[in-house]
């Protein structure tokens, strides 16, 4: 037997994955569906939003699947009824933290909260709207930040620290606080370590990070560049 | 391309203070939370030119300093009063009055936790625990401590301590 | 130092105390220190100076007696007086009661009372008794010596194998097997690890070990020292909060006589094993007691956890193995290796072994640091220990375990003091800090207290914390004002759930547990909150009505 294979089951399914991938990476790679947000493929997992906790046999909890390790023989359930409604109040969370009005907003129909929600069945959000004060950065000559659509998912933050490799974007406060910032929390347009690559807009899952002359439901994000760009900085390395 | 040591942000001699603390772990990314520190307990605050000296000094990015600065309550980027008085909100001295001593704070001299007097003469700020539970409820007023106090005694001792100025 | 250079340097100053025939003790911890025990040490110097007694009589400052409440404590060695809320102008009356031989009594503190009687007192062993800033006075009462044991007569694999025996489990809440994690973190091929002590001690209401830095450093010293030769590290990192700065010199001092009485630092006793220990500050962040949040602000970090596994033991700081144990875990460590893991074993309950230090605070008479066997009864605690509830107040609750453990009231009483039975009753054993509460105490508003920390801490990375620890306090926050309706306890109950089982680390884990805990055992405060009263009568219940 191959030690670097190993075989699991997952929602009754036999498959078979290296050592080192994730449940995250085998369920996609079977087409089995494990929702996620602040994972994005390419760039360090950093398992904080959640929505991919999945049920593990012998487990005393719920484990991230985006950073979990598989295991032989391991069994795995990434649908239950309490996975439901816990990633549903994920997503309820979410939408009452800041302010997500999708009809007037610049990724309305390419927006990855937006289709999750629309995928677990999501209607309404029984927590109260919290409508904080949150500002909108058009500092920038190419791009726009609106804090009222972030979700802290620290992609920006990841994709321009690991893969453009400027690390222009971190996360300032903490709690309901947090928010992202530019370099000493300047207006992005003002900051001295971005070079306006774009790469942020584009993994950015909302419509927080957007293009200038986008329009309501205009910005379509493209990101086929992100595994070409990792595989490239993995192979120099 | 060789790293140059940047210069410090002015010519006070107690740049070398701040220098000293980072020199001292060789100058390394982990450095940073001691040199803030260190720039606080100098300056009384961090400022931007502070936060982009030590950034600099240690190589790091301008955000992740701001993000490590501003994640820690301990630091503030507000210049401190010349008085600061901190009011103990750990559990025990909660039970015992701290509340109380809050709002007369709010009452006598306007002041919400993190806020300053417009005069620039009083900081309020309120501390998680400083471990005196004995003492509860507890006020420290710039580093001196005080235990067991009601509003009004704290007032009486506020008041004694900004006349002093006068 | 060698053993025998040691054993001498015990002797010398076991012989240079007893040249003089009395000592005064001053207690100069934090908490005494605030009351002016500075000013009493050198008002009583002064006075003994004045009538010639110095050769009579030394005032030395020690580490905490226990009795906060009390202070600031002076105790008369070896008479065995001991004198509470002591100021400067009591001198005269002190040092003419030790020509006297007769105490003086206003100011006395019976020594024969259950605070002091029924304490056992490992951890604290020196605490009171040792003037923390010597190193001479530690090593007279015994210290360094099971150092030197395990350095010289014992291999790490038997330093573990005691440290499993006695069964000691970590102190800093969780109860992990310490022997286990030292066992896991010494089997890592890792050629570089490192021990790191959390001295972070977050939990409001909790001193126990800022009690035990002031008082003992040295002590801390040496558990890690042992701990280092026991999994193969060979450096340390000391997390201590920056509201400690008393803490945080006294360490300072220690590391460097420790290091220049070669007790630390290179081939530590002239062996080849080498330890170096550095002091870090924390900087008001309460999730840095976890431990991948501390080791992020170790490495200049913002101080937020990741996902476990891996463990510290197996990718800790830098990617490397590391052993990090809470301060009062390593303060055991030396009277392990010196009586053995059974001896230890033989105290306590048969899950949870030896002692136990707590802060004891809030609404009872004797407030102060206590060192109890485990599975001690809380009404043993609360009403013998710490004289019950003064003002004639009936008692109503004890909080242990902080912002993340729970409240027990008057039924659970007679639960004996141990991980399992506290963890059974909704809260858990914590780090040590029981705040007791009496009937003028409102649950909902201690509630709600606990969830503002707890949103105020949160560290912003997973969204069930961020933002349910705000949505639970707001709930509260309305409860208390009387703003609240029947959904608002349904919303908390499914929040705490949700918070619970679905957040990164423990402090988003944990934090629902004040909720759960005051609805489980106080369900009738929130339903009269709810209509518009207060059982406790001091919230302002419907005055935005």
Redesign the interface.
């Known amino acids: 037997m191959n030690a670097g294979i190993k075989t699991l089951r997952i929602d009754g399914r036999d498959v078979s994955a290296r050592a080192d991938q994730t449940i995250l990476q085998v369920a996609r790679e079977n087409d089995i569906f494990i929702p996620s947000l602040c994972y994005l493929e390419g760039l360090s997992p950093v398992g904080a939003c959640r929505l991919c906790l999945v049920e593990v046999k012998g487990a005393s909890r719920l484990l991230p699947a985006c950073v979990t390790r598989v295991e032989e023989g391991m069994e795995v359930t990434t649908r239950s009824e309490r996975l439901e409604a816990y990633r549903r109040m994920i997503l309820e969370l979410l939408f009452s933290e800041r302010n997500h009005i999708c009809s007037v907003c610049v990724s309305n129909g390419h927006c990855e909260l937006q289709s999750l929600a629309e995928r677990l069945n999501l209607t309404h959000v029984h927590f109260p709207y919290r409508y904080p004060r949150l500002p909108v950065d058009a500092s920038h000559p190419r791009f726009v930040a609106d804090h009222n659509r972030c979700i802290l998912c620290t992609r920006c933050v990841r994709v321009c620290?690991e893969i453009e490799g400027?690390?222009?974007?971190?996360?300032?406060?903490?709690g309901i606080e947090a928010r992202v910032?530019?370099?000493?929390?300047q207006p992005w347009g003002e900051s001295?370590?971005c070079t306006s690559c774009g790469k942020c807009v584009h993994v950015c899952p909302t419509g927080a990070l957007s293009e200038k002359g986008r329009s309501v439901a205009e910005m379509a994000k493209r990101r086929q560049f992100l595994p070409y760009l990792t595989m490239m900085r993995t192979q120099a390395r | 391309m060789n790293w140059v040591r940047p210069t410090p942000p002015s010519e006070d001699k107690r740049w070398k203070i701040v220098d000293a603390a980072m020199r001292r772990m060789g100058y390394?990314?982990?450095?940073?939370?001691?040199a803030?520190?260190s720039v606080q307990e100098t300056f009384g605050y961090l400022d931007?030119d502070s936060?982009?000296y030590v950034a600099q000094s240690?190589r790091?990015?301008?955000?992740?300093?701001?993000?490590?600065a501003?994640?820690?309550?301990?630091?503030t980027l507000k210049p401190p009063g010349k008085h600061t008085c901190v009011v103990c909100?750990?559990?025990?001295?909660?039970?015992?009055g701290a509340p109380q001593l809050l709002e007369m704070m709010e009452r006598e001299y306007q002041l919400k936790p993190g806020e300053t007097t417009a005069d620039g003469r009083l900081s309020l700020l309120t501390?998680?625990?400083?471990?005196?539970?004995?003492?509860?409820p507890?006020v420290v007023l710039d580093r001196?401590?005080?235990?067991k106090l009601t509003p009004e005694q704290l007032r009486h001792w506020l008041e004694k301590r900004l006349a002093y100025d006068a | 130092m060698t053993l025998e250079e040691l054993q001498r340097t015990a002797q010398e100053e076991r012989a240079s105390q007893s040249k003089v025939a009395c000592h005064l003790h001053v207690c100069t911890a934090?908490?005494c220190?605030?009351?002016g025990s500075a000013q009493v040490k050198q008002a009583l110097e002064q006075e003994l100076a004045e009538r010639g007694m110095r050769s009579f009589c030394r005032v030395k400052g020690v580490g905490c007696m226990g009795l906060?409440?009390a202070?600031p404590l002076v105790a008369a060695h070896p008479e065995g007086f001991l004198y509470g809320r002591v100021t400067p102008e009591d001198a005269p009356d002190i040092t003419r009661s030790l020509v006297e031989g007769r105490p003086v009594r206003r100011l006395s503190v019976p020594t024969d009372q259950p605070f002091f009687r029924r304490q056992l007192k490992l951890v604290l062993e020196n605490a009171g008794l040792v003037d923390p800033e010597r190193l001479e006075e530690y090593i007279a009462a015994g210290g360094y010596a099971s150092l030197l044991k395990a350095l010289t007569e014992m291999t790490p694999q038997d330093v573990i194998r005691e440290v499993t025996i006695s069964g000691l489990r970590g102190r800093g809440g969780a109860g992990y097997p310490t022997g286990l994690k030292w066992s896991t973190v010494a089997k890592s091929t890792d050629a570089e690890k490192y021990v790191v002590c959390n001295a972070d001690?977050?939990?409001?209401?909790?001193?126990m070990d800022?009690a035990v830095l002031e008082s003992d450093p040295h002590r801390v010293l040496e558990g890690m020292t042992i701990a280092a030769y026991a999994v193969g590290a060979r450096h340390g990192f000391i997390y201590v909060r920056?509201?400690?700065p008393l803490a945080v010199a006294r360490l300072r001092t220690a590391i460097r006589q420790a290091e220049r009485a070669g007790l630390l630092g290179n081939r530590i006793a002239g062996t080849p094993f080498s330890f170096h220990i550095e002091v870090?500050?924390?900087?008001?962040?309460?999730v840095c007691g976890e431990e991948t949040a501390l080791m992020a602000?170790?490495?200049?970090?913002?101080?937020t956890p990741r996902p476990r596994p891996p463990y510290p033991a197996e990718y800790g700081l830098w990617g490397h193995s590391t052993l990090i144990n809470n301060v009062e875990t390593f303060a055991n460590i030396p009277v392990i290796v010196r009586e053995g893991g059974q001896w230890f074993a033989r105290i306590g309950t048969a899950t949870s072994k030896g002692t136990k230090v707590f802060?004891l605070?809030?609404?009872v008479v004797n407030?102060?640091l206590i060192e109890v066997p485990m599975g001690i009864s809380l009404r043993e605690i609360i009403f013998e220990i710490g004289g019950g509830i003064p003002d004639g107040r009936r008692f109503k609750a004890v909080?242990t375990g902080?912002p993340s453990g729970g409240c027990i009231p008057e039924e659970h009483l007679d639960t004996p003091v141990d991980y399992e039975s506290l963890a059974a009753l909704g809260s858990m054993m914590g780090s040590g800090?029981l705040?007791v509460?009496d009937d003028t105490?409102c649950m909902v508003d201690?509630a709600r207290?606990?969830l503002e920390?707890s949103k105020g801490?949160s560290?912003g990375k997973c969204v069930p914390c961020r933002v349910g620890t705000a949505h639970l306090y707001e709930l509260l926050d309305r409860l208390v004002k009387g703003e609240a309706n029947g959904e608002s306890l349904r919303m908390l109950e499914e929040l705490s759930d949700l918070l619970r089982h679905t957040s990164l680390c423990g402090l988003g884990q944990s934090a629902p547990n004040p909720v759960l805990s005051t609805l489980r055992y106080f369900r009738e405060e929130y339903e009269a909150h709810l209509a518009g009263r207060c059982l406790a009568g001091t919230c302002r219940v419907g005055a935005n009505r």
């Open positions: 620290d400027a690390h222009t974007w971190d996360v300032m406060g903490r910032i530019t370099d000493l929390n001295e370590s | 390394r990314r982990d450095a940073l939370i001691e803030l520190h931007d936060l982009r240690l790091l990015p301008l955000s992740a300093v701001y993000g490590v501003t994640f820690y309550h301990f630091f909100t750990g559990t025990a001295c909660h039970i015992k501390a998680r625990c400083v471990g005196s539970c004995g003492l509860a507890v001196e401590l005080g235990g | 934090a908490s220190l605030s009351a906060c409440s202070g001690e977050g939990d409001p209401g909790a001193f800022r920056a509201e400690y870090r500050l924390g900087a008001g962040a309460f602000s170790i490495e200049g970090r913002r101080g802060a605070a809030g609404r407030t102060g909080q902080g800090g705040i509460m105490t201690l207290f606990f920390f801490e560290c």
